[in-house]
């Protein structure tokens, strides 16, 4: 009896030492502080947010070339004293843009310029710095999720390029003897693209970092491909128009034209193709290359409808409500578009116009991925 006593007491001790089911084992898998890194990057997503905002008052108080020289490590200093301004001043003296626009300007004046372009190069630094911290933090503890740390890394690598593009961007405005008074509008479209790839990268790691990585692969399966894809399309046409838009910022194009819908009394503007070769006209004929970003705008919006109306057959309510935010902001960066036009691109509205177009970034970047990864709810419209 002892003995088949003692053998139940072993069988039931290992049962008893089974392991036992787990709920979330998906997501234990995939380990790492998700909440905490989707919390550093809102964080970053804030300061390019700022970023876009003052390079935008940056550009359009012309204050982009008053820093000639550029100093990664050093030129997060600022002049120091009064000597140390006077240099400053005497090397912007020395370019086109004051030899030709800028000759009235005194020392007071220039130091406003100045304070706005190094503002907005410190702010790069900064986010630099943040991604920095934030990543090492996450790496040193061993708190990244399987698969990530190549996506996070790819957000430094395109942070340290957009700071030599923008040097790139203001070396082609720092010259002498070339009657240049800006800097290339090719450049600058270089510069502002990468910002919004650099953003839109951000926001879809937030989105996906939002949920858990089994709601998400359960979510791929009702993935509505068609609208996945037209939403992609509104993407891309999007970053296309943002590109041309920056051609006109470029440009002061925006100021050529104050009339709408026509340009100067024509649908077609008279000065559109005044310069040789042709195809300077394309990038620097402020008339030809407004009307492109009108048509483009108009193509744009009526592409806008057609996903919108697919949106709207969505089976899922939150899929739904984020097409019909982006149809939304579409409607009102058009009025801003118009009122930009009409009023001579002033700092206020063209600013309002560029940050509107931030929103609609994020907004359809939103929609797509709830096409992809969509939310289901109940017949009463409850998340499940």
Not at 16 to 26: C, E, K, N, T, Y
Not at 74 to 84: E, Q, V
Not at 129 to 155: H, S
Not at 353 to 370: C, E, S, Y
């Amino acid at each position: 009896m002892s003995s088949k006593r003692k053998l139940f007491e072993e069988v039931q001790s290992s049962e008893d030492a089974r392991p036992v089911a787990q709920p979330g084992l998906i997501d234990q898998g995939q380990g790492g502080a998700r909440g905490a890194i989707r919390i550093w990057l809102m964080i970053l997503f804030a300061l390019v947010f700022l970023m876009i905002a003052v390079g935008g008052l940056t550009r359009l108080t012309d204050s982009g070339l008053s820093i000639t020289e550029w100093r990664p490590i050093t030129g997060a200093l600022p002049p120091m004293s009064a000597a140390d301004w006077q240099s400053e001043f005497e090397k912007y003296q020395a370019i086109d843009e004051f030899r030709i626009q800028n000759q009235w300007m005194e020392l007071d004046d220039f130091k406003v310029i100045y304070w706005w372009e190094w503002g907005h190069r410190q702010l790069g630094r900064v986010i630099g710095l943040v991604w920095a911290l934030g990543f090492g933090w996450f790496a040193i503890r061993r708190q990244i999720p399987a698969g990530w740390t190549p996506k996070l890394l790819l957000l430094g690598a395109l942070g340290g390029a957009q700071g030599a593009i923008g040097w790139w961007m203001v070396a082609s405005g720092v010259t002498q003897g070339e009657s240049t008074t800006d800097v290339a509008s090719y450049r600058l479209a270089t510069h502002l693209g990468l910002a919004f790839v650099i953003l839109g990268f951000i926001t879809w790691y937030v989105l996906h970092l939002g949920r858990s990585a089994r709601d998400l692969m359960q979510a791929r399966r009702a993935k509505e491909g068609k609208q996945w894809g037209m939403a992609t399309g509104l993407l891309h046409f999007t970053f296309l128009q943002i590109l041309i838009g920056a051609l006109v910022a470029g440009i002061d194009a925006g100021r050529s034209y104050t009339d709408w819908p026509l340009m100067g009394g024509q649908v077609f503007p008279a000065t559109a193709f005044t310069l040789e070769p042709m195809w300077r006209n394309f990038f620097e004929s402020p008339g030809l290359v407004q009307f492109i970003h009108r048509i483009t705008g108009y193509l744009l919006a009526a592409f806008a409808v057609v996903v919108w109306l697919r949106g709207r057959k969505s089976s899922h309510a939150t899929t739904r409500f984020a097409f019909n935010a982006v149809i939304a902001a579409v409607a009102v960066q058009i009025a801003i578009g118009i009122a930009t036009v009409l009023y001579g691109a002033p700092v206020h509205i063209a600013l309002v116009h560029q940050l509107v177009a931030v929103v609609l970034w994020v907004l359809i970047l939103r929609a797509r991925f709830l096409s992809g990864y969509p939310i289901a709810t109940s017949l009463r419209g409850n998340a499940k």
